[in-house]
Protein backbone atom coordinates (compact mmCIF):
# COMPACT_ATOMS: atom_id res chain seq x y z
CA UNK A 1 0.00 0.00 0.00
CA UNK A 2 1.43 3.49 -0.73
CA UNK A 3 2.34 5.94 1.95
CA UNK A 4 -0.27 8.87 0.69
CA UNK A 5 1.27 10.72 3.42
CA UNK A 6 4.73 11.02 2.13
CA UNK A 7 3.81 10.54 -1.32
CA UNK A 8 1.87 13.99 -0.95
CA UNK A 9 5.11 15.63 1.02
CA UNK A 10 7.07 14.31 -2.02
CA UNK A 11 5.28 15.37 -4.83
CA UNK A 12 3.23 18.73 -3.74
CA UNK A 13 2.07 19.84 -7.11
CA UNK A 14 1.41 16.73 -8.60
CA UNK A 15 -0.65 15.82 -5.60
CA UNK A 16 -2.51 19.32 -5.60
CA UNK A 17 -3.46 18.65 -10.12
CA UNK A 18 -4.89 15.64 -9.34
CA UNK A 19 -6.51 16.24 -5.67
CA UNK A 20 -8.37 19.30 -7.41
CA UNK A 21 -9.56 16.82 -10.74
CA UNK A 22 -10.61 13.97 -8.24
CA UNK A 23 -12.51 16.42 -5.92
CA UNK A 24 -14.36 18.65 -8.70
CA UNK A 25 -14.86 15.14 -10.77
CA UNK A 26 -13.62 16.69 -13.99
CA UNK A 27 -11.36 14.02 -15.26
CA UNK A 28 -9.23 14.14 -18.23
CA UNK A 29 -8.83 10.94 -20.71
CA UNK A 30 -5.28 11.07 -20.97
CA UNK A 31 -2.77 12.07 -18.33
CA UNK A 32 1.12 11.77 -19.09
CA UNK A 33 3.36 11.11 -15.33
CA UNK A 34 6.42 12.87 -16.61
CA UNK A 35 9.91 13.69 -14.63
CA UNK A 36 13.23 11.59 -13.67
CA UNK A 37 12.15 7.91 -13.33
CA UNK A 38 11.42 6.58 -9.80
CA UNK A 39 9.12 4.44 -7.88
CA UNK A 40 6.26 8.06 -7.47
CA UNK A 41 5.13 7.39 -10.83
CA UNK A 42 4.17 4.06 -10.45
CA UNK A 43 2.72 4.78 -7.45
CA UNK A 44 1.01 7.80 -7.50
CA UNK A 45 -0.42 6.50 -11.23
CA UNK A 46 -1.77 3.08 -9.62
CA UNK A 47 -3.05 5.33 -6.41
CA UNK A 48 -4.65 7.63 -8.87
CA UNK A 49 -6.35 4.66 -11.08
CA UNK A 50 -7.79 3.76 -8.04
CA UNK A 51 -9.29 6.85 -6.83
CA UNK A 52 -11.30 6.68 -9.94
CA UNK A 53 -12.95 3.98 -9.18
CA UNK A 54 -12.97 3.83 -5.41
CA UNK A 55 -15.84 4.37 -3.26
CA UNK A 56 -14.52 5.69 -0.03
CA UNK A 57 -11.99 8.49 -0.67
CA UNK A 58 -10.28 10.59 1.71
CA UNK A 59 -10.49 14.39 1.82
CA UNK A 60 -7.95 15.10 -0.92
CA UNK A 61 -10.33 12.64 -3.24
CA UNK A 62 -7.77 10.01 -3.35
CA UNK A 63 -8.62 6.16 -3.21
CA UNK A 64 -8.58 4.55 0.49
CA UNK A 65 -6.43 1.45 -0.92
CA UNK A 66 -8.34 -1.11 1.12
CA UNK A 67 -11.84 -1.58 -0.46
CA UNK A 68 -12.36 -4.40 -2.60
CA UNK A 69 -12.14 -2.12 -5.76
CA UNK A 70 -9.11 -0.75 -4.92
CA UNK A 71 -7.46 -4.27 -3.56
CA UNK A 72 -8.42 -5.49 -6.89
CA UNK A 73 -6.85 -2.84 -9.07
CA UNK A 74 -3.47 -3.53 -7.10
CA UNK A 75 -3.53 -6.98 -7.65
CA UNK A 76 -4.74 -6.13 -11.43
CA UNK A 77 -7.85 -8.59 -11.14
CA UNK A 78 -10.22 -6.48 -12.53
CA UNK A 79 -11.31 -6.45 -16.12
CA UNK A 80 -11.82 -2.22 -15.91
CA UNK A 81 -8.09 -1.79 -15.23
CA UNK A 82 -5.41 -2.70 -17.72
CA UNK A 83 -2.03 -2.14 -16.49
CA UNK A 84 1.06 -2.61 -18.76
CA UNK A 85 4.44 -2.75 -17.30
CA UNK A 86 7.86 -2.83 -19.03
CA UNK A 87 9.25 -6.22 -19.80
CA UNK A 88 6.46 -8.39 -18.42
CA UNK A 89 6.20 -8.82 -14.34
CA UNK A 90 9.60 -8.52 -13.31
CA UNK A 91 10.19 -4.26 -13.69
CA UNK A 92 7.10 -3.72 -12.01
CA UNK A 93 9.04 -3.17 -8.71
CA UNK A 94 12.74 -3.42 -7.95
CA UNK A 95 13.62 -6.87 -6.83
CA UNK A 96 12.44 -7.05 -2.67
CA UNK A 97 15.63 -8.34 -0.23
CA UNK A 98 14.15 -11.79 -0.29
CA UNK A 99 14.70 -12.51 -4.03
CA UNK A 100 17.92 -10.44 -4.04
CA UNK A 101 19.11 -13.33 -1.61
CA UNK A 102 17.71 -15.79 -3.91
CA UNK A 103 19.00 -14.51 -6.99
CA UNK A 104 22.86 -14.33 -5.40
CA UNK A 105 22.22 -18.07 -3.74
CA UNK A 106 20.87 -19.63 -7.06
CA UNK A 107 21.45 -16.37 -9.95
CA UNK A 108 18.61 -18.40 -11.10
CA UNK A 109 15.64 -15.62 -10.77
CA UNK A 110 14.65 -14.17 -14.28
CA UNK A 111 16.50 -11.14 -15.01
CA UNK A 112 15.62 -7.68 -13.83
CA UNK A 113 14.77 -5.32 -16.97
CA UNK A 114 14.22 -6.91 -20.64
CA UNK A 115 16.47 -4.67 -22.20
CA UNK A 116 14.97 -4.81 -25.77
CA UNK A 117 11.27 -4.03 -24.41
CA UNK A 118 9.19 -1.93 -26.49
CA UNK A 119 5.68 -1.19 -26.25
CA UNK A 120 4.21 -2.28 -29.37
CA UNK A 121 0.94 -2.20 -31.60
CA UNK A 122 -0.25 -5.42 -30.48
CA UNK A 123 -0.12 -4.07 -26.65
CA UNK A 124 -2.42 -1.30 -27.57
CA UNK A 125 -4.50 -3.63 -29.55
CA UNK A 126 -5.10 -5.75 -26.73
CA UNK A 127 -6.00 -2.57 -24.35
CA UNK A 128 -8.41 -1.59 -26.72
CA UNK A 129 -9.75 -5.38 -27.04
CA UNK A 130 -9.76 -5.82 -23.28
CA UNK A 131 -12.03 -2.63 -22.93
CA UNK A 132 -14.14 -3.14 -25.48
CA UNK A 133 -14.73 -6.96 -23.61
CA UNK A 134 -15.24 -5.87 -20.38
CA UNK A 135 -17.39 -2.20 -21.65
CA UNK A 136 -20.36 -4.83 -22.30
CA UNK A 137 -20.27 -6.59 -18.31
CA UNK A 138 -19.71 -3.34 -16.58
CA UNK A 139 -20.87 0.99 -16.55
CA UNK A 140 -17.91 1.59 -14.41
CA UNK A 141 -14.87 3.83 -15.69
CA UNK A 142 -12.15 1.96 -17.36
CA UNK A 143 -8.41 3.26 -16.85
CA UNK A 144 -5.33 2.09 -18.05
CA UNK A 145 -1.88 2.75 -17.16
CA UNK A 146 0.87 2.62 -19.74
CA UNK A 147 4.14 3.03 -18.06
CA UNK A 148 8.12 3.80 -19.86
CA UNK A 149 5.94 5.06 -22.79
CA UNK A 150 8.72 7.05 -24.26
CA UNK A 151 9.60 2.81 -25.29
CA UNK A 152 6.75 2.74 -27.30
CA UNK A 153 6.99 1.68 -31.09
CA UNK A 154 5.64 4.63 -33.68
CA UNK A 155 3.23 1.79 -35.04
CA UNK A 156 2.70 1.65 -31.01
CA UNK A 157 1.56 5.59 -30.78
CA UNK A 158 -0.14 5.34 -33.94
CA UNK A 159 -2.51 3.46 -32.65
CA UNK A 160 -3.21 5.01 -29.24
CA UNK A 161 -3.34 8.37 -30.79
CA UNK A 162 -6.43 7.35 -32.39
CA UNK A 163 -7.63 6.03 -29.43
CA UNK A 164 -7.10 9.38 -27.83
CA UNK A 165 -8.48 10.71 -30.85
CA UNK A 166 -12.26 9.53 -29.99
CA UNK A 167 -12.19 9.67 -26.53
CA UNK A 168 -14.79 7.50 -24.51
CA UNK A 169 -16.86 9.15 -22.15
CA UNK A 170 -15.61 6.50 -19.29
CA UNK A 171 -12.12 5.78 -20.25
CA UNK A 172 -8.54 7.43 -18.87
CA UNK A 173 -5.28 6.90 -19.61
CA UNK A 174 -2.45 7.55 -17.90
CA UNK A 175 1.01 7.56 -19.60
CA UNK A 176 4.07 7.40 -17.34
CA UNK A 177 7.42 8.58 -19.12
CA UNK A 178 10.86 9.30 -17.93
CA UNK A 179 11.46 10.97 -21.43
CA UNK A 180 8.86 12.76 -22.18
CA UNK A 181 10.89 14.56 -25.01
CA UNK A 182 11.57 10.96 -26.59
CA UNK A 183 7.42 10.94 -27.00
CA UNK A 184 5.80 12.31 -30.44
CA UNK A 185 3.98 15.70 -29.49
CA UNK A 186 0.73 14.75 -31.15
CA UNK A 187 0.90 12.24 -28.58
CA UNK A 188 1.69 14.90 -25.35
CA UNK A 189 -0.72 17.32 -26.57
CA UNK A 190 -3.59 15.07 -26.03
CA UNK A 191 -2.55 14.59 -22.49
CA UNK A 192 -2.77 16.09 -19.36
CA UNK A 193 0.73 17.07 -17.70
CA UNK A 194 1.55 15.69 -14.42
CA UNK A 195 5.08 16.80 -13.46
CA UNK A 196 7.02 14.61 -10.77
CA UNK A 197 9.66 15.99 -8.67
CA UNK A 198 12.30 13.40 -8.74
CA UNK A 199 13.26 11.98 -5.37
CA UNK A 200 15.08 13.85 -2.52
CA UNK A 201 17.81 12.23 -0.63
CA UNK A 202 16.40 11.43 2.50
CA UNK A 203 13.22 9.64 0.36
CA UNK A 204 16.08 8.01 -1.83
CA UNK A 205 17.53 6.47 1.19
CA UNK A 206 14.37 4.90 2.39
CA UNK A 207 13.91 3.83 -1.10
CA UNK A 208 17.61 2.19 -1.06
CA UNK A 209 17.41 0.80 2.19
CA UNK A 210 14.01 -1.65 1.16
CA UNK A 211 16.99 -2.97 -1.32
CA UNK A 212 20.09 -3.07 0.34
CA UNK A 213 21.00 -4.15 3.59
CA UNK A 214 23.94 -2.08 4.31
CA UNK A 215 23.94 1.38 5.01
CA UNK A 216 26.92 2.36 3.90
CA UNK A 217 26.00 1.77 0.63
CA UNK A 218 22.76 2.71 0.91
CA UNK A 219 24.43 6.53 1.53
CA UNK A 220 26.84 6.21 -1.40
CA UNK A 221 24.50 5.41 -3.79
CA UNK A 222 21.72 8.11 -2.23
CA UNK A 223 24.86 10.52 -1.85
CA UNK A 224 25.53 10.15 -5.78
CA UNK A 225 22.11 10.11 -6.63
CA UNK A 226 21.43 6.65 -7.73
CA UNK A 227 17.70 5.98 -8.02
CA UNK A 228 15.89 2.39 -7.42
CA UNK A 229 15.77 1.47 -10.93
CA UNK A 230 19.18 2.13 -11.52
CA UNK A 231 20.09 0.50 -8.03
CA UNK A 232 18.65 -2.85 -9.20
CA UNK A 233 20.75 -2.82 -11.87
CA UNK A 234 23.57 -2.64 -10.31
CA UNK A 235 23.23 -5.04 -7.68
CA UNK A 236 22.94 -7.67 -10.85
CA UNK A 237 26.31 -8.77 -9.77
CA UNK A 238 28.16 -7.27 -6.52
CA UNK A 239 30.61 -5.48 -8.63
CA UNK A 240 29.12 -2.72 -5.97
CA UNK A 241 30.32 -4.06 -2.98
CA UNK A 242 33.96 -5.10 -4.64
CA UNK A 243 34.48 -1.74 -5.65
CA UNK A 244 33.64 -0.01 -2.75
CA UNK A 245 35.75 -2.14 -0.45
CA UNK A 246 38.48 -1.66 -3.42
CA UNK A 247 38.07 2.10 -3.02
CA UNK A 248 38.28 2.03 1.26
CA UNK A 249 41.64 0.41 0.55
CA UNK A 250 42.73 2.91 -1.80
CA UNK A 251 41.09 5.59 0.26
CA UNK A 252 43.54 4.89 2.82
CA UNK A 253 46.83 4.50 0.47
CA UNK A 254 45.69 7.36 -1.70
CA UNK A 255 49.34 9.50 -1.25
CA UNK A 256 51.37 6.04 -1.61
CA UNK A 257 53.02 5.55 -4.63
CA UNK A 258 51.81 1.86 -5.01
CA UNK A 259 48.00 2.52 -4.46
CA UNK A 260 47.05 3.20 -7.88
CA UNK A 261 48.93 0.51 -9.25
CA UNK A 262 47.62 -1.57 -6.54
CA UNK A 263 44.15 -0.53 -7.98
CA UNK A 264 45.13 -1.33 -11.62
CA UNK A 265 46.23 -4.86 -10.26
CA UNK A 266 43.36 -5.13 -8.71
CA UNK A 267 40.01 -4.29 -8.96
CA UNK A 268 40.12 -2.66 -12.51
CA UNK A 269 42.47 -5.79 -13.78
CA UNK A 270 39.39 -7.27 -13.92
CA UNK A 271 37.96 -6.24 -17.52
CA UNK A 272 33.81 -5.32 -16.10
CA UNK A 273 34.90 -2.37 -13.73
CA UNK A 274 36.61 -0.56 -15.68
CA UNK A 275 33.65 1.21 -17.36
CA UNK A 276 32.71 4.24 -17.22
CA UNK A 277 29.81 2.89 -15.02
CA UNK A 278 32.36 1.20 -12.42
CA UNK A 279 34.69 4.15 -12.17
CA UNK A 280 32.06 6.55 -11.55
CA UNK A 281 30.94 4.20 -8.74
CA UNK A 282 34.51 3.89 -7.57
CA UNK A 283 35.48 7.90 -7.49
CA UNK A 284 31.16 8.61 -5.65
CA UNK A 285 31.92 6.18 -2.95
CA UNK A 286 35.64 8.08 -2.68
CA UNK A 287 33.86 11.51 -2.62
CA UNK A 288 31.55 9.74 0.32
CA UNK A 289 34.53 8.45 2.16
CA UNK A 290 36.31 11.95 1.66
CA UNK A 291 33.19 13.56 3.05
CA UNK A 292 33.06 11.15 6.18
CA UNK A 293 36.23 13.16 7.31
CA UNK A 294 34.62 16.29 7.80
CA UNK A 295 37.71 18.01 6.74
CA UNK A 296 37.64 21.68 6.39
CA UNK A 297 41.51 21.99 5.51
CA UNK A 298 42.55 23.08 1.91
CA UNK A 299 43.88 19.99 1.18
CA UNK A 300 40.44 18.56 1.48
CA UNK A 301 38.96 21.35 -0.87
CA UNK A 302 41.24 20.35 -3.33
CA UNK A 303 40.45 16.59 -3.10
CA UNK A 304 36.53 17.24 -3.37
CA UNK A 305 37.49 19.35 -6.65
CA UNK A 306 39.78 16.25 -7.90
CA UNK A 307 36.64 13.83 -7.47
CA UNK A 308 33.83 16.00 -8.52
CA UNK A 309 35.68 17.50 -12.02
CA UNK A 310 36.80 13.49 -12.23
CA UNK A 311 33.21 12.63 -12.26
CA UNK A 312 31.81 15.11 -14.10
CA UNK A 313 34.72 14.29 -17.18
CA UNK A 314 32.68 11.13 -17.02
CA UNK A 315 30.37 12.09 -18.95
CA UNK A 316 32.62 12.47 -22.20
CA UNK A 317 34.03 10.38 -24.32
CA UNK A 318 36.91 8.80 -22.75
CA UNK A 319 38.75 6.41 -21.87
CA UNK A 320 37.64 5.74 -17.83
CA UNK A 321 40.44 4.14 -16.36
CA UNK A 322 42.94 6.87 -18.05
CA UNK A 323 40.79 9.34 -16.09
CA UNK A 324 41.08 7.22 -13.09
CA UNK A 325 45.04 7.64 -13.35
CA UNK A 326 44.53 10.88 -13.60
CA UNK A 327 42.05 11.65 -10.46
CA UNK A 328 44.74 9.41 -8.57
CA UNK A 329 47.62 11.22 -9.84
CA UNK A 330 45.95 14.57 -8.74
CA UNK A 331 45.06 13.11 -5.16
CA UNK A 332 48.34 11.48 -4.23
CA UNK A 333 49.72 15.65 -5.56
CA UNK A 334 47.32 16.94 -2.93
CA UNK A 335 48.66 14.74 -0.88
CA UNK A 336 52.85 15.44 -1.20
CA UNK A 337 51.74 19.47 -1.09
CA UNK A 338 50.61 18.98 2.31
CA UNK A 339 53.77 17.17 3.61
ZN1 LIG B 1 -11.01 2.06 -2.03
Known amino acids: MVDKKK???RQPVAWKILSNALKSGRISHAYMFYGQKGPDQSRLALLFAQS?????????????????????????????????????????????RKELD?????????????KSWRLKKE???RLQETFAYSAATTARRQIY????YELATPSASNTLLKFLEEPKDNLTGILCTSAIN?????IVSRCQLI???PPGKAALEAELGELIDDEEMVAILARAGYDVPKTSELLEDQAIFELRAAAKDYWGLRQSHGALVGLELGVFAKGKFGTREGVAFFLNCLLYFLEQ???????SIREREILLEGIDALRMPLDPLLLMERVACDLRKVGRAVR
Not at 182 to 186: E, H, K, Q, R, S
Request: proline share 7%; hydrophobic share 35%.
Open 7 to 9: LKE
Open 52 to 96: LLCQHRDEDGFACQTCDSCRQMAEESTPDFFWLHPGGLRTRKPLS
Open 102 to 114: AWWKTQTVQAVEN
Open 123 to 125: DIL
Open 145 to 148: ILEQ
Open 182 to 186: MILPT
Open 195 to 197: PLR
Open 293 to 299: EKRTDLP
